[in-house]
């Protein structure tokens, strides 16, 4: 058995502790650990993960103020995934939390946190998981359908859980502790999620003439696609498609580096945030989005004449390479 089973193993077993004095508080208005609808924490079998109580709950676009107790900026993008799991997608990271319940029959209180806290750790891990696996990669897959399909995938996932960073932890109360975790989306999750330096099937070809350079304020810095009102829903790889079917943009666009460093999109509730946003700094070019795409509405189809203004001058390519796109979205959005 490797180290990785023995630990999750561990984890179970100090999710059930934690538990055992569970429903005593409810009453008490402590928030409830939900273990029967969460999941099974990480597992190493791929069968586990297929489980039907492994299922993520819908995702839930909102306006965010807080991450669990945390503030945040306001003009982030944030869906709620899972039991207590937060996807933050300007950021690019994912957020849950965990309480644990000491075993009541604990008389010494110094024990009593030690094992809450263990417990928290362990729902806290579990919820982590199910979030991440319900994260959209592209337009047809989640990450929870690349665990059911590879075993190498499943167990860099458990990974990636495992050595998320505990960003807060308290006492609730005595007896009940709180811990929240987090993890990025980008570095080691993007290279394994990513292409092989495969071009697109379609990539779009440009018609002479070639549209004009920019006039006024130097060559463009970086793109946003004004996507409100669309309902588009975020993924890890979206794509960007012209109106008749040619791929604009997508991950196979963006230098490994840069899709590793800092993913090949971002996503902001405000129009001026996205000016701002250090991804396409001061002078980016703006495009409407037409529509939704795909089977999950991930994708967005642009017009024919905005594809061209963006691959008919040589320097775009610049910004495309670097991954420097920032959709725009409505806030609190609309799915």
């Known amino acids: 058995m490797s180290l ?8 179970v077993v100090l999710s059930a502790v934690g538990c055992q004095g569970d429903r005593g508080r409810r009453d008490q208005g402590s928030a409830p650990v939900r273990t029967a609808s969460a999941g099974n924490p ?6 586990d993960s297929r489980s039907s109580q492994n299922v993520p709950s819908p995702a839930t676009a909102l306006p965010a103020q807080e991450v669990h107790g945390n503030p945040i900026d306001s003009s982030s993008y944030t869906e709620i995934v899972g039991q207590q799991g937060i996807v933050d997608w300007t950021a690019g990271i994912v957020t ?17 946190r030690l094992l809450a806290k263990r417990a928290a750790q362990s729902v806290a891990y579990r919820n982590l998981l199910e979030a991440f696996t319900a994260v959209r990669v592209n337009s047809s897959t989640m990450v929870k359908n690349y665990m059911t399909t590879s075993d190498e995938i499943q167990v860099k996932v458990q990974g990636f859980v495992e050595d998320a960073k505990i960003i807060r932890e ?29 071009p697109p099937t379609r990539r779009l070809v440009t018609e002479p003439p070639p549209a004009p350079r920019p006039k006024a304020g130097g060559p463009y810095t970086g793109l946003v696609i004004d996507a409100r009102g669309t309902g588009v829903r975020p993924a890890l790889a979206p794509r960007i498609l012209a109106e008749d079917g040619q791929e604009a ?6 230098l490994a580096k840069y899709r590793q460093d800092q993913g090949i999109t971002a996503y902001v ?10 991804k396409v700094t001061d002078n980016p070019l703006y495009v409407k989005a037409l529509r939704p795409a795909g089977s999950s509405q991930t994708d967005l189809v642009i017009s024919n004449a905005a ?16 991954g420097q796109v920032i959709l725009v979205v409505d806030r609190g959005g609309s799915h």
């Open 42 to 47: 990480p597992s190493s079998t791929a069968a």
């Open 249 to 254: 943009y997508s991950q196979s666009y963006v």
């Open 96 to 112: 849950a939390s965990g309480i644990g319940f000491a075993p009541t029959d604990v008389a010494n209180s110094t024990q009593a």
């Open 307 to 322: 594809a061209q203004t963006i691959h008919g001058v040589k320097e775009h390519f610049e910004f495309l390479e670097r």
């Open 170 to 198: 308290r006492d609730v109360e005595q007896g009940v502790y709180e811990v929240t975790l987090q993890m990025k989306l980008t570095g080691r999750v993007s290279e394994t999620f990513g292409p092989k330096d495969a």
């Open 4 to 11: 990785t089973q023995r630990c999750l193993i561990a984890l």
């Open 269 to 278: 509730s405000d129009p001026a945030a996205a000016k701002n946003h250090p």
